[in-house]
């Protein structure tokens, strides 16, 4: 696959006049003048990468095929000051505004290309979802030093994607009685209420299970179906398990593989026949760093 950066900007501007003090929370009445003040700030995020094929293209945010940006500022004790979500609908879709108080902060941002999971950015060290996460999901967090008198420019980049994919493809003929393909990451594991990440990073605090049920429409041959979650360092070893179901949910056919090397930011593509009695997959690893790794289900 071939990696495009993608830029998208978002613009924060610090109002100056204290004026537009009284809209803020103030924890100290009796702050310094010093503390009053505001700053104009201008943050941009920079180098969203997304493999995309077949071509290289810098896009917008909205071409990006990003859905959402959320942004939250944090005052050095943790509080939350300022956050906001924008959708791609909105018209100023990537920028920003919000008044700031000259001050240390850590601004934390994810970015998601989907809207089947509800993201919230729950501390400066935590972003949580409610479900699978989308396959274009990006996270930074930067520590910030607003000053006065001055303006100020901040850049925070996404880089790579933070979600790591498992692509399932069938190459036999589908029997029949098969409705149902089940993808399931970390089989052994519990399923929490909701994923937790540190921003910053992109790690889960956790290995959880993972999984995701499909319905056939006509057949499962031929058509590549992933599966995205999240490590807990860059490179992980998971076990993961593909059921074949019938209509009342009952597994048919199951294939297991343990101790499988996933890397962060990278697909692990398994092709091959699943339904015969013969049957032997082959996995690769798609990802730019290491060369391609081949291992056999059998």
């Not at 509080?79 to 909105?90: C, L």
């Not at 850049?155 to 190459?171: E, P, S, Y």
Request: aromatic share 10%.
């Amino acid at each position: 696959m071939i990696r495009s950066c993608f830029r998208l900007f978002a613009i924060v501007s610090l109002i100056c006049g204290i004026a537009s003090c009284s809209s803020y929370h103030d924890d100290a009445p009796d702050a310094s003048e010093e503390r009053s003040q505001l700053t104009d700030v201008t943050i941009t995020f920079t180098d969203l990468d997304i493999n995309i094929v077949p071509d290289v293209s810098r896009a917008t945010a909205s071409e990006a095929k990003l859905s959402r940006i959320l942004l939250t500022i944090f005052d050095a004790s943790g509080n939350s000051v300022y956050t906001t979500t924008q959708t791609s609908s909105d018209a100023n879709f990537g920028t920003i505004s919000t008044p700031l108080h000259v001050g240390s902060y850590t601004f934390s941002a994810v970015a998601v290309g989907s809207t089947e999971s509800t993201v919230a950015i729950a501390d400066n060290a935590t972003a949580t979802f409610s479900s699978n996460p989308p396959f274009a999901t990006y996270s930074t967090t930067k520590e910030v030093t607003i000053a006065g008198n001055s303006s100020q420019e901040v850049t925070m980049a996404f880089g790579k994607r933070i979600t790591t994919t498992l692509g399932i493809t069938i190459t036999d003929d589908t029997p029949s009685e098969v409705q149902k393909m089940q993808i399931i990451v970390s089989p052994s594991a519990s399923k929490p209420t909701s994923y937790s990440i540190a921003p910053s990073t992109g790690f889960a605090s956790d290995t959880w299970r993972y999984e995701r049920t499909i319905e056939k429409a006509t057949t499962f041959t031929g058509t590549k179906y992933g599966l995205m979650f999240f490590l807990t360092s860059a490179t992980q070893q998971l076990d993961f398990t593909v059921n074949m179901l019938s209509a009342t949910g009952e597994v048919l056919y199951t294939r297991t593989k343990t101790g499988v090397t996933f890397n962060k930011s990278a697909s692990t593509n398994a092709t091959g026949t699943f339904f015969s009695s013969t049957s032997g997959i082959t996995f690769t690893f798609d990802t730019a760093d290491p060369p391609a790794t081949e291992i056999s289900l059998n």
